[in-house]
């Protein structure tokens, strides 16, 4: 069998994480193959590119990725500017993914189906941590191929497995048979897609920063189209959590977007609907019916669902995994983020030895480390993937040697796939300071109402 130390990492997804654990093997030494499935870097971000972060520019970029560019005579963006979606990647990942030294490692509509050891299924013990990975891809050419590695790191984040609209973590009653009736989780509403928007009645389901920009955004539609009829539905008694410390709010940008929004409430131009739980969702001709637990309904053409992300698990079934049966991150992370007793500000830094599954040489960095939980920091995906680079260069001391500079009020991603969606009232003023100065709506990391960007996007 090949030995492993000829062959490359995998690194699966091109996002800001993703590319960064590829610069990091670089200056260790190590040679990537990072699988895309989409049509170039940042792919999933590109779902967003309408949203503006929360986070300067300081605070979006990877510092192994930054001596890439920067040798290559790349000019940076100001580095207290804030960048929408759509920046972040013409001005950052776009010209990395160019890079010589990135290009020609990097396989866009290239999606991984399935991670295993070659020759073995997961039941198989004996020479296992010395058996090199398959990854088995599927090419935009139609063709599936079987890619064999030294190690995988798996920065895909969760962007394309959002949550259902149901309760109890399932779809509700006929949610799939309304799918022509359900948006993108982060649409534009106010340009590419506003026409499906326009004048009719939209339903907003969540409480997270994706949700607050939908609605905003909508509003601006109402302006030249007052027929459009906005809802809002969140299964909590109130809202307070949205509208966040308002114009008292550690982050202006942050602060702003939820005072404007109540303001939107109070003033009567979005409907708000609390304690509303989905049962079920009937098409009814060119709209559908939503009825609530306790029985209400709601009559509507369209609806967003801001609900969060999970991960994919299912073409890591054939890897041994030890994950948190909350949150589903590795087990050693997911008490340090479970969104019931963290905040983004609250979560330490942590790198290959809390990442560590059975599985040697396999991990889940980025979003997809946190599983369920909406804190991650595209900060600490950075430091996650130094990291990780260090370990599978055998460089332990420089593993374990973690640290995380964040400014005082820290660099958290939301809900678009990268979620802070704590209750700043529920939050310490001394946490509150640190917590979710990332991109607002759903991605990086990525990103409903993102923070940082999403963290992966294959």
């Known amino acids: 069998m090949e030995s492993t130390h000829s062959l ?57 990725s930054l001596r890439l560019l920067e040798a290559s005579g790349w000019q940076p963006p100001r580095p207290t500017a804030v960048p929408h979606g759509g920046e972040l990647i013409d001005r950052y990942l776009t010209p990395l993914a160019a890079l010589p030294a990135i290009s020609a490692r990097l396989r866009t509509g290239a999606r991984v189906t399935a991670v295993t050891r070659a020759g073995m299924d997961k039941t198989h013990t004996r020479n296992r941590d010395t058996t090199p990975f398959t990854v088995r891809v599927e090419h ?27 309760t109890s973590g399932l779809p509700a009653l006929g949610e799939d048979a309304a799918a022509d009736r359900i948006s993108a989780p982060l649409p534009d509403v106010t340009g590419r897609d506003r026409v499906a928007f ?28 007052p027929a459009t009829r906005i809802l809002w539905a969140v299964r909590g008694a109130s809202a307070e959590k949205v509208y966040g410390g308002g114009d008292a709010d550690g982050l202006p940008a942050r602060g702003q977007l939820g005072s404007r929004l109540r303001r939107l409430v109070e003033g009567g131009r979005i409907e708000l ?34 609900t969060g992300f999970r991960p994919d698990l299912g073409m890591l079934r054939e890897l041994r995994l030890d ?49 369920r939980a909406p804190t991650f920091l595209l900060a600490t995906g950075y430091e996650q993937v130094r990291s990780v680079a260090a370990a599978l260069a055998g460089d332990r001391q420089a593993a374990n040697t973690v640290h995380l500079e964040l400014p005082e009020t820290g660099v958290c991603s939301t809900d678009a796939g990268t979620s802070c969606d704590i209750p700043a009232a529920a939050t310490p003023a001394s946490e509150q300071a640190r917590c979710c100065a990332t991109p607002e709506p759903v991605l990086i990391g990525f990103p409903t109402g993102l923070a940082h960007g999403r963290s992966g996007s294959n």
């Open 198 to 225: 326009a004048g009719r009645r939209v339903l907003v389901v969540g409480a997270g920063h994706s949700a607050a920009n939908t609605l905003i955004n909508l509003a601006d539609v109402t302006k030249e189209d």
């Open 8 to 64: 490359p990492v995998a690194v699966i997804g091109a996002g800001p994480v993703g590319l960064a654990a590829a610069a990091h093997l670089l200056e260790n030494g190590l040679e990537p193959l990072i699988f895309e499935a989409g049509e170039s870097a940042g792919a999933a971000i590109e779902q967003w590119r309408h949203i503006r972060l929360f986070s300067p520019w300081r605070y979006n970029t990877d510092p192994a």
């Open 323 to 371: 994950l948190d049966p909350a949150v589903e991150a590795p087990v050693r992370l997911g008490p340090l983020i479970d969104p019931e007793f963290h905040s983004c500000g609250t979560v330490p830094p942590h790198g290959a030895s809390v990442l560590a599954h059975p599985e040697k040489d396999f991990y889940l960095v980025g979003m997809k480390s946190y599983g």
């Open 140 to 166: 935009r050419n139609g063709e599936t191929r079987d890619h064999t590695v030294a190690a995988v790191i798996d920065a895909s984040g969760t962007w394309s497995t959002r949550n259902p609209l149901g």
């Open 273 to 306: 609907y609390t304690g509303f739980g989905i049962a079920s969702l009937t098409p009814t001709g060119s709209g559908v019916s939503i009825e609530a637990l306790d029985g209400r309904t709601l009559e509507v053409d369209i609806v967003v669902p801001c």
